[in-house]
T-cell receptor, first 109, second 113 residues
Framework: GQNIDQPTEMTATEGAIVQINCTYQTSGFNGLFWYQQHAGEAPTFLSYNVLDGLEEKGRFSSFLSRSKGYSYLLLKELQMKDSASYLCAVMDSNYQLIWGAGTKLIIKP | IAGITQAPTSQILAAGRRMTLRCTQDMRHNAMYWYRQDLGLGLRLIHYSNTAGTTGKGEVPDGYSVSRANTDDFPLTLASAVPSQTSVYFC????????????FGPGTRLTVL
């Protein structure tokens, strides 16, 4: 079966760095997405990786290792507004997104 | 309209009633999707449409139907609602070129009693 695993919840301090991991087993791979979802709101796109390596976009970076079925989202200089759920999703061989349950990130002052 | 809109924002529905959730996008995206989101579970695909006039079944299609008469609209119908369909429903759309980033509507919170 297809499976996306990510931690349920993480806590970090304002100004610090946090890494959210995602492991996956899917039928085919056409890229991995990270989305941010604030409570009560819709998911919004953060990043896309299809090749191995690190993609940096401001305070957020995303890493992919296809051979290990592994990705992480790195958030630097954490701000209170980064408190949200972070969703990992893999595009499978049918070009459909398979979603993880999300990681709730709590930022403390 | 800017992006994707969904209606209603929330709804409480008696079991057995028929309900249509509306979704409209103005980005001229070819592909549209309906997901449900339940606590502790990832977004699950209900139905999708790659282009106007075509639809397909996702992971959890039972009890739901869709139509895609034109590019902009993608309504989701619950023919006879059951309590297990209590959920938050998100509509999304994407272009079919590139890496197909999906854009989401604000969601409909549905409670079936």
């Amino acid at each position: 079966g297809q499976n996306i695993d990510q931690p349920t919840e993480m806590t970090a301090t304002e100004g610090a760095i946090v890494q959210i991991n995602c492991t996956y087993q899917t039928s085919g791979f056409n890229g991995l997405f990270w989305y941010q979802q604030h409570a009560g709101e819709a998911p919004t796109f953060l990043s896309y990786n299809v090749l191995d390596g690190l993609e940096e976009k401001g305070r957020f970076s995303s890493f992919l290792s296809r051979s290990k079925g592994y990705s992480y989202l790195l958030l630097k200089e954490l701000q209170m507004k980064d408190s949200a759920s972070y969703l990992c999703a893999v595009m499978d061989s049918n070009y459909q997104l398979i979603w993880g349950a999300g990681t709730k990130l709590i930022i403390k002052p | 309209i800017a992006g994707i809109t969904q209606a209603p924002t929330s709804q409480i529905l008696a079991a057995g009633r028929r309900m249509t959730l509306r979704c409209t996008q103005d980005m001229r995206h070819n592909a549209m999707y309906w997901y449900r989101q339940d606590l502790g579970l990832g977004l699950r695909l209900i139905h999708y449409s790659n282009t106007a006039g075509t639809t397909g079944k996702g992971e959890v299609p039972d009890g739901y139907s869709v139509s895609r008469a034109n590019t902009d609209d993608f309504p989701l119908t619950l023919a006879s609602a059951v309590p297990s369909q209590t959920s938050v429903y998100f509509c999304a759309s994407s272009d079919t070129g590139g890496y197909n980033e999906q854009f989401f509507g604000p969601g409909t919170r549905l409670t079936v009693l």
